[in-house]
């Protein structure tokens, strides 16, 4: 085996000190030959050079003087562990002895101690190990019950990663509703130009045309999606009231069932337009309130007599997305807070098929600071939807932005470059295993390079993202051509 440096001082359990007799970089996986145990797969989690240059002959160096340096190259590796016959992997019970040799890791080794096994039927491609030719595919059914989150700055690559997620689920006839704030993912009909990279991953250039259906509210602005509207008619007058904007329930449920039992008993199919009149003829300050929050919901056009039915919406094996590009934030929580609430309700009485829920920008959703319409409803899924079948996806540029309980609730996260402090801090608080080492390697990661936690791995794995074989729909707008 390649021998690359020795083990010396103190030696805990989960770390050790190694002094490198040549380059070895940050992230490389190790192995160190314990007499207990056999090889024990180790990482290299930090670098530095120590030397016994002085500030008095650094100046001397300066000035020309030939002063010579005497360095070391110190490296601090963490354990991974190894397989016991077979078993689970382990991590030493004994330290290693100060002197010992450590090596390169061979890709058998890191393939058995890492569980970079092919999952014929379960598996989601997304890439190979950083430095290897090794898959990493992520457990679908882990993604389903642990819910996963995507977490990048602006221009790190969210939304292509993403959409090689989506493409994994639609190949395994997984049912999914994606979210999508800015009318990206409609390019998941497409396929791909094939490039050189696309044969290094192994992947074929192939479009979802006939897996994919597009719905908006506003078809005016985003032609290729069919109208998404509500039926007024199967809205609980709670529901009604969270489409109003109006929080009080005490106050405003009464008076409004009063309203929908008026214009329901002389117009069944009736409209928001009916509700509005009947408003008007009410006397006080709360029906000028229900009114004028009335007069609201009739601009949004998300109310209809008959609206899009669960079963247009929800077709198992394909993936919906809600294109809700051009529509107005608050609207946008509106259509958000309807249509996971129904996922919800109607999945816990298996009404529809076991589906994955995707929100893009998930921090205007279910924000930290504040609330959104829709808040409520995405914890709720977040903490219990796991139970009924429902798997939760958030995609967000800001960590640190979003509801902290909804993201403790993603058991894999995909970690693409970041760099805000604030975003770091709220990433490392919700990772367990995540080492200072890791943190500072998330700040400089290359695009295209993620940090993959969880999705069936028992440590965390930099991931070369694979290219996608659909077309990316989320390119940067070029205001000046090359």
Known sequence: MDEVGRIFGDVGLGQFQLSLNRPVERGEYLTVDDEMNGHVLCQLDDLRRKSDLDLERADALGRGADTPIHENLIGIA?????????????????????????????????????????????????????????????????????????????????????????????????????????????????????????????????????????????????????????????????????????????????????????????????????????????????????????EYVDQTKLLAPQGTSLTELVVEGKASLVNLRGVAPDVQELVVARIATTLFENRKKQKIPPLFLVIEEAHNFAPQQGTAACSRILKNIASEGRKFGLGLCVVTQRAARIDKSVLSQCNTQLILQVTNPLD????????????????????????GTALVTGGGYHTPLFCEVRPRSTRHGGESVRVVPN
Request: hydrophobic share 40%.
């Open 78 to 294: 963490r354990i991974i562990g190894f397989h016991d016959s077979g078993g689970p992997v382990r991590v030493p019970t004994i330290p290693f002895r100060p002197g010992a040799k450590v090596f390169r890791a061979d890709e058998g080794l890191i393939a058995d101690v890492l569980g970079l096994k092919k999952h014929a039927n379960s598996g989601a491609y997304v890439g190979l190990l950083r430095g290897h030719d090794l898959r990493i595919e992520l457990d679908i059914n882990t993604l389903f019950q642990r819910h996963m989150s995507v977490l990048a700055k602006t221009g790190g690559g969210k939304s292509y990663l993403l959409g090689v997620i989506v493409e994994e689920l639609l190949r395994h006839k997984v049912t999914c509703v994606i979210i999508d704030p800015h009318g990206e993912y409609g390019s998941l009909r497409f396929a791909a130009e094939k490039n050189g990279h696309h044969q290094r991953f192994g992947v074929e250039s192939q479009g979802f045309a006939s897996r994919v259906l597009e719905f908006s509210p506003d078809v005016t602005l985003n032609t290729s999606a069919k109208p998404l509207t509500f039926s007024l008619r199967h809205l609980d007058p709670r529901d009604l009231l969270v489409f109003m904007g109006l929080t009080n329930v005490k106050n405003f449920l009464g008076p409004l069932k009063k309203l929908l039992e008026e214009v329901g008993a002389s117009t069944p199919d009736y409209s928001v337009k009916d509700l509005i009149r009947a408003a008007e003829r009410g006397e006080g300050a709360l029906f000028e309130t229900l009114h004028e929050r009335l």
């Open 424 to 447: 770091l801090k709220a990433i490392a608080q919700s990772i367990e295993g995540l080492t200072p080492g890791m943190t500072e390697m998330i700040q400089g990661l290359p695009v």
